[in-house]
């Protein structure tokens, strides 16, 4: 009988590997297609989002300029306009302070609008124009052009009274090249 057994638990023993062989090898195939379809959906997404960028990305382009236009900065858009310039002499006048004697002493250049002549320089047109800004100047207190907003007024005003002058010199623009106010 012990050889009766022997038989029997070689035979259990026999019949278990298959059984276990059996069942590894049929996972096996299942993993290596999971794999490929895992695989195929990552390279099918990745060129669905190729495509989207590609197609999407004029039109972002396009939307993202009507809300961030392109503007001109300041400076081109002056020199368009100005062709020339002509510096003016340093101006030193007193101020209008009544408490204190202030004084500013400044150099202005005009932007012309067109190339000026020898003879423009030392015309009546720039006399003109120095006397208004001496004038100018003078009615003006420290504190009132020691701002960059007190300047940028000063400026227009300036602007104003040489527009108002005849013609001789076509002013375009008006350039504060030195500034300097004593306290």
Not at 152 to 181: C, G, N, S, Y
């Amino acid at each position: 009988m012990a050889a009766a057994d022997a038989g029997k638990a070689e035979k259990q023993r026999i019949d278990s590997k298959p059984m276990v062989e059996n069942k590894a090898g049929a996972e096996a195939p299942q993993k290596k297609s999971r794999k490929g379809l895992m695989l195929a959906g990552a390279l099918i997404l990745a060129v669905a989002l190729g495509a989207t960028a590609v197609f999407t990305y004029p039109n972002l382009i396009k939307g993202i300029k009507k809300v961030f236009p392109k503007e001109k900065p300041k400076e081109i858009a002056i020199t368009e306009q100005v062709k020339d310039t002509l510096a003016l002499e340093p101006f030193l006048v007193n101020l209008a302070d009544q408490d204190e004697v202030h004084f500013a002493k400044t150099t202005f250049q005009l932007g012309l609008g067109e190339k000026a002549k020898e003879e423009a320089k030392n015309s009546v047109a720039v006399a003109a124009i120095r006397d208004s800004i001496i004038s100018l100047l003078s009615s003006k207190k420290a504190e009132q052009i020691l701002s960059p907003q007190g300047k940028e007024e000063l400026r227009k005003e300036i602007r104003t009274r040489v527009d108002h002058l005849p013609p001789m010199l076509q002013v375009a623009e008006f350039f504060i090249v030195d500034f300097v106010v004593q306290l």
